[in-house]
């Protein structure tokens, strides 16, 4: 199975996001993006390095990170 991922441009002569405001795009904490990759490449190693799984093991890693940022700052 494929992911396709559209992107759209929002500006002149296109349509305006919705509630009118261009769309922010999300800021990560310093050095998390490098973090989620890691735990990522562990978690895919951890399944045997199966491919075809590479957005299911971004977004766990994504919560596990998340949860230990979270967790640190407790």
Not at 45 to 65: F, I, K, P, T, Y
Request: proline content about 8%; overall charge neutral.
């Amino acid at each position: 199975m494929k992911l396709i991922v559209k992107t759209i441009k929002w500006g002149r002569g296109r349509p305006s996001p919705p509630g009118g405001q261009p769309a922010k795009p999300i800021e990560l904490p310093h050095g998390m993006c490098e973090q989620i990759s890691q735990k990522a490449y562990e978690l895919w190693e951890q399944w045997g390095c199966q491919e075809g799984n590479s957005l299911r093991d971004w977004l766990d890693a994504e919560e596990m990170v998340r949860k230990e940022i979270h967790g640190a700052r407790e």
